[in-house]
Every structure is written in structure tokens, then in C-alpha cells.
């Protein structure tokens, strides 16, 4: 029997969501024992693209600087019907982000940075089995009891919560007899990873390129990501009518790759590293807390690889519920802080599969009449500007959060708090001093508040005017960041007794923050 202290959580899945949230939780001092079916990190790409928002998430845990040693950094991308190019895009990006907006890493290398900063920075605070499956739960009144094998062997661990982080197939759901709910689509791609030691590849830049229709493979779309270690990831449409277990064989993958690859001019050898088939689900569940078992990344919810929403997507899950679980595990706040976890990240969701669906049906059209809206729009989109925002891919981005604040400010209370250069004791983002605690931005009177980080955003601190432009902050501003990052409440003229009561609210505390 495996006798648990009394705040271990165990996370069910030892991909990059469940790591992640190990992480996360140590960060705040929370014990976890993770359980992955398989022997190790994953195998393939898989995921490949971090966003902006994921790296900050990641930072909170140390993960950040060997994902930015490794990854590559990119801003834009490029889409082409036939061989003509007919979108160029950018995304938002400026002088006071500390990170790029994507970055393509292999998805095992996300698993790794982020158990190896846990390890480094907060020992023996989680305990990876991996070979380990989980065979039943039984939820108790003070957590969960379960029952997990490994090499034939059983164990039972009872645990005060669980975090179901085990993928689209969740055994966690499985056991409950809960569904994700919405749409499936048929059109299939084949995701290839090929190794090639080529000068021409490390001249390419990094960005994300999409062919509508090219020469090298007719009637298909291709998309192309370079990735660190002479990789390129590629993903093509298989046509229609193909059968998925032939569709990846390599005797019918590897020509495909070798015509675009050669049409392309990439004519130095190449091999492939792994092969896969996937097709775009628009899914969720209806609930993500079930009262102390929660789910986050794929097992709550599956949206498209269009727009790069699934990994970043279940960062975010991560970096929203850890604080929070930490937060009422140590008594700071009330249990119906819990509840914001579903209300926040399943809106983030159904955002999420609202842009990933006009996404699939563009990428991969349902029907005909899909097909002949989407060739017009390429069509018309190299001599009409106006047409190009319909093929625009729409990267992730940052979700509001439902708020009751009416603030129209660009940095008002559900929104991530914009990052900005600044000069504080060795600190060069604003967005570093986030993942732990409650932050208080002054830029006028200083207010100061037990437990909450005081920062002081005068000319010397925002140095270059980043803070007091992004926050569009007056004389007496005030805002107040939760753990997360997120924008909790915003003042022009504040009060501590403001600041008190938004906490309280915030956090879901019947006395004042004060008190606790």
C-alpha cells in the first residue's frame, strides 16, 4: 500500500500536460505522482509548436531556457495555391515580448525539459512510473483510491485529487462513463517526420508553410515545419476514398514526401523518422471538475493541429488549475476557486474549436461546396488583398476569461496581463515575475498587501515605457495579476480595502485576503 502525505495529487498521463502540471505544482510546493502507460517520453514530433503563452507557463517552472536552446523561433508563414504564393502573414510581435509567438520543439522534448526542471528545482517532489497503468478509481470522501499495475504487479495509491492529463483515449473518462461531445471529421492527414542533413534545409526559414493543390501532389494540401535536429515535419491530406492503414505504409508515404521535397529543390538524401495518420476532432466535455478529479489537455478536450491549439491548449489547462489546486491544498483559498478551472478553460475550448473548425473546413473541406469556396477564395486571394484574411491560418492566442469588469482597457480584468521590458534587479520582462503569487502593478501610489508581490512600474522600473503602453495605465493605475498571469481587478485609483475585497472575490474567501 502506497501511504500518500495528505496534499499528493496524482496525474494520470505522463505526456507534456500531465509534466507540465507536475511541475507546476511543485513550483508551489505540491507533491504528485504521475503514471504513464508507456516506458519513457514519447516518440515522433507530435506536437510542435509552443506558443508565446506556453513558454511563459513554462518559465514559471524552469522549463523555458532549454525549450529555448533547442527550439527554433519563428513569427510567421506562407501559404501558396499551386506554386503561386498567396498569403504571407505575421503575428503579433514586438520589441517588449520575451519570447517569439510560436517555436517548433518536438513534443518529447517538452516532456523532457519539463520533468527534468521539476526534478532539478524541487526534488523528490515528483514520482514518474512510467510502464504504469491505471485500472480502476473509486472516489472516496477525502480524494481518490486507485488501483495501478505495472509488469503484472498491483498497487493501490489514495490520493486527495486527481488530474486526468491521459490524452484522447483517457482511461480516467473511460472509468467514469464520461464522453467528449461534438464533431469528427473525415478527411485524413499523414504526419511524417524526415531527417536530412542538408545546407539548403538550415537556410530555410523558420516559419510554417501550406501548399493548396501543388504540383508535386495534386488535389492535396501540404504543410511543412522545420524543427531543430534536421528535421522537417510534414503533413499531407490523404485523398479521398484511401484507406488509413494503407495510407501509411511506407511504400505509399514515401514517394508523396520525395516529389515534394524534389519539387521543392531538396534533392540531398533524407530518411524518414516517423509516420502517423490523424483527422480533426472537434471535441469537448461538458464538465472538466468532477469534483476532485479534474481533466485537462486532450482528455478534456481535442481540438484541430490547424492554428496549433492542442499542446498550447493543455499548457494553458496546466498553468490555470495548479495555482489554484495549490491554492485551496494550503488552505488560501475556498474549494469554489476550483469550479473557475472548468468555467475559464472550457470557454477557452469552445473558443479554441470555434477558430479550429473554420480551420478544418478550410484546410480540409467537409464537401463540395467546401471545395469550391475555399479554390475560389485562393484564387482570388493573390490579386485581392480583402480575400486574404479568409485563408489566414489564425494561430493560438491567449483566451479572456468570462469577467464581470466592464473595462474596456486592452489590459482590463479576464485578459493575460501584457508582458513589457523592465529594469528590476536583474529581472528583464515583467512577465518573470508571475507563477507564483498574486502581483500588484503600481504605477502611482504604492499599496502594499500581505502575501502579494509589489511591483512599482515608475520611469526607472518601465524604463522604456512598455508597461505604462500596454497596460494603458494612468497616474494612479493599479492591477492586480493572479498566479496565472491573468488580469484579476484593475483600479485608477485604488484602495487596500479595494485590493482586499478583490482578492476575497478572487479567490473565493468569505474574511479578507488579509487574514489568511
Request: charged residues 20%; aromatic residues 8%; hydrophobic residues 40%.
Amino acid at each position: 500500500m502506497f501511504n500518500p502525505n495528505p496534499s499528493l495529487v496524482l496525474i494520470a498521463g505522463g505526456g507534456p500536460v500531465g509534466l507540465a502540471c507536475a511541475a507546476l505544482l511543485a513550483s508551489h510546493s505540491i507533491a504528485s505522482v504521475v503514471i504513464e502507460a508507456d516506458d519513457g517520453f514519447c516518440t515522433g514530433s507530435r506536437a510542435i509548436c509552443l506558443s508565446r503563452r506556453s513558454l511563459e507557463i513554462l518559465d514559471w517552472c524552469g522549463a523555458t531556457d532549454a525549450v529555448k536552446a533547442k527550439g527554433l523561433p519563428w513569427t510567421g508563414g506562407r501559404s501558396y495555391f499551386r506554386a503561386d504564393e498567396v498569403l504571407k502573414f505575421d503575428m503579433p510581435h514586438d520589441s517588449a515580448q520575451r519570447f517569439a509567438p510560436m517555436t517548433n520543439i518536438q513534443q518529447f522534448y517538452v516532456e523532457e525539459y519539463a520533468l527534468a526542471a521539476a526534478q532539478n528545482n524541487w526534488p523528490g517532489l515528483v514520482n514518474v512510473r512510467w510502464s504504469t497503468r491505471l485500472e480502476s478509481i473509486t472516489r472516496t470522501a477525502s480524494g481518490v483510491e486507485a488501483t495501478i499495475s505495472k509488469n503484472g504487479q498491483s498497487e493501490v495509491i489514495n490520493a486527495d485529487w486527481l488530474v486526468a492529463c491521459d490524452g484522447g483515449r483517457s482511461t480516467v473518462r473511460d472509468l467514469m462513463g464520461l464522453q467528449l461531445r461534438g464533431v469528427q471529421y473525415d478527411g485524413r492527414y499523414v504526419i511524417v517526420d524526415v531527417k536530412q542533413k542538408s545546407t539548403r534545409l538550415q537556410t530555410h526559414p523558420v516559419e510554417r508553410l501550406a501548399w493548396f493543390d501543388p504540383p508535386s501532389n495534386p488535389g492535396s494540401t501540404v504543410l511543412m515545419h522545420r524543427q531543430p535536429d534536421d528535421i522537417w515535419r510534414i503533413d499531407y491530406q490523404v485523398r479521398d476514398g484511401e484507406d488509413p492503414v494503407e495510407a501509411v505504409k511506407p511504400e505509399n508515404v514515401l514517394p508523396r514526401v520525395k516529389a515534394h521535397l524534389a519539387w521543392m529543390g531538396e534533392v540531398e538524401p533524407w530518411e524518414p523518422q516517423w509516420i502517423s495518420i490523424y483527422n480533426a476532432k472537434c471535441l469537448t466535455m461538458d464538465n472538466y471538475r468532477h469534483g476532485r478529479i479534474f481533466f485537462a489537455g486532450d482528455a478534456a478536450h481535442m481540438v484541430p493541429i490547424f492554428g496549433v491549439r492542442g499542446l498550447n491548449s493543455g499548457i494553458d489547462d496546466a498553468g490555470n488549475l495548479a495555482w489554484k489546486l495549490a491554492a485551496v491544498i494550503k488552505g488560501q483559498a475556498g474549494d469554489a476557486l476550483l469550479d473557475t478551472y472548468n468555467t475559464e478553460r472550457r470557454t477557452a475550448a469552445l473558443i479554441n474549436i470555434e477558430f479550429g473548425t473554420k480551420s478544418t473546413e478550410f484546410m480540409s473541406p467537409p464537401h463540395h461546396g467546401f471545395s469550391l469556396m475555399r479554390d475560389a477564395a485562393l484564387r482570388l486571394a493573390s490579386s485581392t488583398s480583402a480575400v486574404r484574411s479568409l485563408i489566414n491560418p489564425r494561430q493560438s492566442l491567449p483566451v479572456r476569461y468570462p469577467a464581470t469588469s466592464t473595462d474596456m482597457h486592452a489590459a482590463s480584468p479576464g485578459y493575460v496581463a501584457p508582458d513589457a521590458r523592465i529594469n528590476l534587479n536583474g529581472v528583464s520582462h515583467l512577465s518573470q515575475l508571475f507563477g507564483s503569487r498574486y502581483t500588484l502593478l503600481c504605477f502611482g501610489d504604492v499599496i502594499h498587501m500581505d502575501g502579494v508581490q509589489i511591483v512599482v512600474l515608475d520611469t526607472t522600473t518601465d524604463k522604456f515605457g512598455d508597461a505604462k503602453l500596454g497596460y494603458e495605465a494612468g497616474a494612479q493605475t493599479t492591477v492586480l495579476v493572479r498566479p496565472d498571469g491573468y488580469i484579476a481587478a484593475r483600479w485608477d485609483d485604488a484602495s487596500a480595502a479595494d485590493i482586499d475585497d478583490a482578492l476575497r472575490h478572487d479567490l473565493h474567501l468569505e474574511a479578507g485576503y488579509a487574514s489568511v
